[in-house]
Nanobody
Framework: VQLQASGGGLVQAGASLRLSCAASGRAFSNYAVGWFRQAPGKEREFVAVITYSGSGTSYADSVKGRFTISRDNARNSVYLQMNSLKPEDTAVYYC????????????????WGQGTLVTVSS
């Protein structure tokens, strides 16, 4: 599975953005998908994960209640709706896939996409 994240940009604090992760390759609907981010000078961190069917989701505490992950398997796409953005959300955001959601929560993935930069100004 090949992945490409898009939708990043420069926004003010409090604004919203919707990131997209487009997948190519077979059997995308068999994989869980996670979103991760890496801020300048920091390690990559888990943001959210969604199961292969979309029936289960999990979030990092730092984004819970503000971010929503969803997927459309017919379009081979996963989305991250980000509301009430804060300057500390500034990072490069990546999507990744794996068969097991638990591995994604630990930052382990079979495939990683190129990131998209989100910058939140105060």
């Amino acid at each position: 599975v090949q992945l490409q994240a898009s939708g990043g940009g420069l926004v003010q604090a409090g604004a919203s953005l919707r990131l997209s992760c487009a997948a190519s390759g077979r059997a995308f609907s068999n994989y869980a998908v996670g979103w991760f981010r890496q801020a300048p000078g920091k390690e990559r961190e888990f943001v959210a994960v969604i199961t292969y069917s979309g029936s289960g989701t999990s979030y990092a505490d730092s984004v819970k209640g503000r971010f929503t992950i969803s997927r459309d398997n017919a379009r081979n796409s996963v989305y991250l709706q980000m509301n009430s953005l804060k300057p500390e959300d500034t990072a490069v955001y990546y999507c990744a896939t794996d068969i097991l959601p638990a591995k994604l929560r630990l930052g382990v993935a079979g495939s990683w996409g190129q990131g998209t930069l989100v910058t939140v100004s105060s």
